[in-house]
């Protein structure tokens, strides 16, 4: 048995939220005069902490952005992961198809975690399994919400395996000596050409990539 637990992303990896996330920075943006294209929003919101988000969009801005723009932001966007949040396709065969050990780790707010894997039915699979950023004071690119994850569930780096579907991610795992496995929701797959890990695009092509580590 080459790996002894699981540690997912949650966002683009358990919950299909990435794109939702990234039109509600990318209109809020809007709104102040401020142009950021769908492409442009994913490859720098996705798996970014949202004060990086913040602060790229008030880089493009020019000055600080409105006080209650991360408030306004945080509203929204729970009211349209409530609309239309889903969980990914395949994600609950996948998990309930494990034998070993799993856990959720995100940049995320624990608040955030639990509202959206309960939206999209996930929730029982990770109650006392979930580790957030927020908690250690800690996001990636650093490895240490992995690393956490790993300790607090009794295990070494090399008896863990990471499921990710950011290059920020990714870059945490590789940072604190995790293997990796990039999952493509979003069919750009030229962010993941200099990682040298394990593609997949599917939770089908996961669970049989999953089925030969453990």
């Known amino acids: 048995m080459k790996y002894k637990c699981i540690i997912f992303d949650c966002d683009g990896v358990l919950v299909d939220s990435e794109a939702i996330s990234s039109g509600v920075l990318t209109e809020m943006a809007k709104e102040l005069g401020i142009k950021i294209s769908h492409d442009e929003a994913l490859e720098n919101f996705t798996g970014s902490s949202l004060q990086y988000s913040l602060k790229y969009i008030e880089n493009k801005f020019g000055q600080a952005l409105p006080s209650d723009f991360e408030l306004e932001f945080r509203q929204k966007s729970y009211e349209q992961f409530a609309l239309n949040l889903k969980p990914i396709n395949g994600i609950h065969e996948v998990i309930q198809s494990l034998t070993i050990p799993f856990c959720v780790a995100s940049s995320g707010p624990r608040e955030k975690i639990i509202r959206n894997l309960t939206t999209a039915n996930l929730i029982q699979y990770f ?3 979930l580790f957030s950023s927020y908690d250690i004071q800690s996001w990636k690119p ?23 579907d950011s290059c920020t991610g990714i ?7 995790f293997d990796v496995i990039a ?3 979003d069919g750009n797959t030229q962010r993941f050409q200099n990682e040298n890990i394990s593609i997949c695009f599917s939770m089908k092509e996961l669970h049989n990539l999953l089925s030969k580590t453990h």
């Open 127 to 129: 109650e006392g399994n």
């Open 142 to 164: 650093e490895p240490d919400i992995f690393l956490h994850a790993a300790k607090s569930k009794g295990f070494e780096v090399h008896e863990c395996l990471v499921i990710e």
């Open 171 to 177: 870059q945490a795992a590789k940072s604190g000596g």
């Open 183 to 185: 999952f493509v929701n």
